[in-house]
């Protein structure tokens, strides 16, 4: 089965097919840098990531391109607010974004910003006027003429009658089924940012600035774009009226829209003040690793409530995952290779493929894999795993994360501990319960927690050695 992915232009389930075989293009809606990104943009990322990883493991090449939008209305609200320059303003909270990708294992995507493509957005916007798709008004700006291009609304399945009003709207953000004509470029005005272009003075409005990054790196025509449900009208809508209209070719082929994350029962938004920033979540104990699996583990095309809940299940699914792989890297047992585990991998294998090709359904891919972790953990407790098969296991289970991405291997063990821990394994294996039980005490007074469960021991280390 190939990979089938929702396309919000026409809302059906559809087979991906790239433009160019073996190689897909992507580009997703990165943050608008008026302020620190919150966790809830980190979904709308990690759906690009996701995506990117799960591509590459199942073989194709893949170019993706994520923007950073460094001017527009809101920008240029607050740089009046606070003076100085737009970098000022700006370069921290960009600095801060792509801090945290690093963190969240994120990519990198190839980052493009606004402020290094206003020629591109010029030509596309001169394009634009020489078909007239768009017009000038008394104050330098230009607008796209709506009424000329029928097809207004395909995406966010507005009414098509309704794309024939003139009326304009300067704001870069608007409200849901306000259907009037756009900027595409703004006349200088005090006090802001103006750039001197082929179309004359002025600043880009938002929409035009993502289809002209997009083309200049991705081509006029591309495979998939990502973004939260949010952007699907105005900014979405608006990037295909203007790419389409000023190149007569079909834009994307395929929109993938993340639904919000939600805190409190409303979306996770500045504007609503309930936002948690990934610094704020890492003050609070949580780490990196967390929180990325917290955001992935829910369909992204479902609304996710954010809470401790959902970072308490976060840490203990890693915690799971990440020990299952410390003890088979630890493992150690010269027997003969045991002969079924090879097709218990490969199922798993499959298991993974075939959910992941259902529109990335990440958590039956996550059920695979810890059917899979139950499986290994019963065969590590029995001992019937060969050395080389234990690093046949270990190795399936990193292939399996190169896509998720969340595994955290514990800090190192102790001198001495990991014999002790094989010792007890073999101790419960012969129901050498006393034994056992003293194992698990010397464990302790070295610093590291065990416990014992139904897939098996377990093991972390505190860092804190018992007195007794």
């Known amino acids: 089965m190939a990979l089938h992915l929702t396309n919000t232009l026409g ?24 302020g620190p990104p919150h966790i809830g943009n980190f979904r709308a990322f990690l759906l690009g990531d996701l995506l990117r990883r799960y591509l590459e493991w199942s073989g194709l090449h893949v170019t993706w391109v994520m923007n950073i939008t460094d001017v527009d209305d809101r920008i240029i609200r607050d740089l009046q607010a606070a003076g100085g320059t737009l970098a000022e303003l700006t370069g921290p909270n960009a600095a801060e974004f792509l801090a945290n990708l690093e963190l969240l294992r994120i990519g990198p995507p190839t980052i493009v910003r606004a402020t290094d493509h206003i020629p591109e957005m010029a030509g596309l916007i001169k394009r634009l006027l020489d078909a007239g798709h768009a017009y000038r008004t008394d104050d330098g700006s230009i607008f796209f003429d709506i009424s000329t291009w029928p097809a207004y609304g395909v995406l966010a399945k507005l009414d098509p009658a309704a794309a024939q009003q003139t009326e304009r709207v300067a704001a870069d953000d608007y409200g849901k089924d306000d259907v009037r004509d756009f900027a595409l470029w703004k006349g200088p005005k005090p006090g802001e940012p103006s750039w001197d272009t082929e179309i004359g003075p002025g600043r880009p409005g938002w929409h035009i600035e993502c289809s002209a990054m997009s083309m200049k790196q991705l081509g006029e025509s591309f495979d998939i774009h990502t973004g939260g449900v949010d952007l699907i009208f105005p900014h979405h ?22 639904a919000h994350l939600q805190l409190g ?43 401790d809940e959902t970072l308490d299940h976060a840490r203990a699914a890693i915690e799971r995952l990440s020990t299952c ?43 695979a894999v810890f059917e899979l972790v139950r499986d290994l953990n019963r065969r590590v407790d029995a001992r019937s795993l060969s050395t080389a098969d234990a690093r046949r296991a270990a190795a399936a289970l990193r292939d399996l994360d190169s896509v998720l991405g969340v595994i955290q291997l514990p800090d190192a063990l102790p001198d001495g501990a990991q014999a002790l821990l094989e010792q007890r394994v073999a101790a419960r294996a012969n129901r050498e319960w006393a034994k056992s039980d003293e194992l698990r005490d010397a464990l302790a007074a070295l610093g590291v927690t065990v416990e014992d469960t139904r897939d098996g021991q377990r093991w972390r280390v505190t860092g804190k050695p018992s007195d007794g």
Request: glycine share 8%; aromatic share 8%; proline share 5%.
């Open 237 to 258: 809508e608006n990037e295909i009226a203007q790419s389409e209209a000023a190149t007569g070719k079909k834009f994307v082929s395929v929109w993938l829209h993340n």
């Open 325 to 367: 792989v410390a003890a088979l890297d630890a493992y150690a047992d010269e027997r003969a290779d045991d002969d079924s585990l090879p097709s218990a991998l490969a199922a798993a294998r499959d298991a993974f493929k075939a959910t992941m090709d259902d529109d990335l359904n990440v958590s039956g891919a996550l059920g």
């Open 11 to 34: 809302g059906t389930l559809e087979e991906l097919a790239p433009l160019e075989p073996g190689h897909v293009r992507i580009y997703s809606c990165g943050p608008t840098v008026y």
């Open 265 to 307: 029962g409303a979306k996770m938004a500045r504007r609503v003040g309930n936002i948690a920033k990934p610094a704020e979540v890492y003050a609070d104990g949580w780490t990196p690793s967390e929180l990325r699996y917290a955001l992935l583990a829910t369909h992204y095309r479902a609304p996710l409530e954010w809470g």
